[in-house]
């Protein structure tokens, strides 16, 4: 007698199917964190969670979007595009501040939530180490030791938990009996509900970063540092105005010589105008660009002290701003702080060095000079 073998039998997936579909939202989310484990488990709550309060954080800041404060993404992207391997795409970028801000802020909390919520989790992963990597590229490019920059280790986390997690593309977590957990077949990676997932995600970042924007505080003093003249010196100086300081602290006075009937016969100095005493008032910054140095800051602390320094925040290269309020010199991109009074010393901040000096000259008529 011939027996007919047939083709085996396919396995029966209505089980499997019924249950993924009677599984909760949250039975699925415990099983997806269950799934991931201890060790990287640890990695994605803080990075999901990082990236929600970075994005939120940023629409919560008064200053971020706007145009004139030290802390308006203008003035950081400017700052990041210095001397930098991606400089000409953070040049590129600041012409979009205000786009390019709003975007940041959306993209990092929907990626946050990503994260948290399990949703094409590596490639949520992926998204957040190129984040990092631009910014290592970037905003930390000067620090030194390379270990002090943030950016470096988030990278490094980032890809960790996109590596750790790539096979979940193609498998899901099911709860089974006894609160087991069991993996089962999830077809393409992309699919309808995938589609649904992400809108839903992105519609969740948009809804936070709204509700930040409402509740978001006053704006701070921290303003930009408006330009100062900078012309050349060409006018003599002529004898010292009745009231007019003999001497600015931090910057030289060329007021002194021989006097002949009163008056002062000593050479004009030499160098570049940057501004008048009588235009720069107590407590008040204006900046310039110094020679070898890049964005520079003059300071008028008190009658008889004048101050200059560069602008580049020693953490991480970003251009700081002036708080006349505090009368501290203030990093947007890390808040690192410098006391102008105290040789532009750290008082706060990640920075661990001062701004560095630069010589000013105030000659007998009251003109601020960069010497030549």
Known sequence: ????????????????????????????LVADWRATGWPL?????????????????????PNFLRRGSA???????????????????????????VLVGLGTALLETAIGLAV???????????????????????????????????????????????IGTWSRLTRTPVPGAGGRVTTVAAGP???????????AVGSMALALDLAARMFRGSPSSVEAISPAIRRPASTPATHTPAGSPSSTG??????GGTSTGGTSTAPPPAGTLLTTLAQLPVGRAVGFEAPGVGPAVLLRLSNDQVLAYSRICTHAGCVVG?????????????????????????????????LQRINVVVDG????????
């Open 116 to 162: 948290l919520l399990g949703i094409v989790l590596p490639i949520a992963a992926l998204a957040g180490f190129a984040i990092n990597l631009s910014l290592l590229l970037s905003a930390t490019w000067h620090v030194h030791p390379y270990f002090l920059g943030s950016d470096s280790i988030y990278a490094v986390a980032w890809l960790a938990l996109a």
């Open 189 to 199: 990676a992309f699919d309808r509900r995938a589609a649904l997932q992400l809108a």
């Open 71 to 97: 802390d308006f993404i203008g003035t950081q992207l400017a700052g990041f595009a210095r001397d930098t391997p991606l400089a000409g795409v953070f040049r590129m970028l600041a012409h979009h501040a």
């Open 250 to 255: 931090g910057a030289s006075s060329s007021s």
């Open 322 to 354: 002036y708080d006349p309020g505090a009368r501290l010199l203030v990093c947007p991109c890390h808040g690192a702080e410098f006391d102008p009074a105290r040789g532009a010393e750290p008082v706060a901040g990640p920075a661990s060095s001062p």
């Open 41 to 61: 488990g640890i990695l994605r709550a803080f990075l999901g969670g990082t990236f929600v309060f970075a994005g939120m954080q940023k629409l919560l800041d």
């Open 1 to 28: 007698m011939r027996v007919r073998i047939g083709a085996p039998p396919r396995p029966d997936r209505s089980l499997v199917r019924g249950t993924h579909r009677r599984a909760t939202f949250g039975a699925l």
């Open 365 to 372: 008529t009251g003109r601020v000079l960069l010497p030549a």
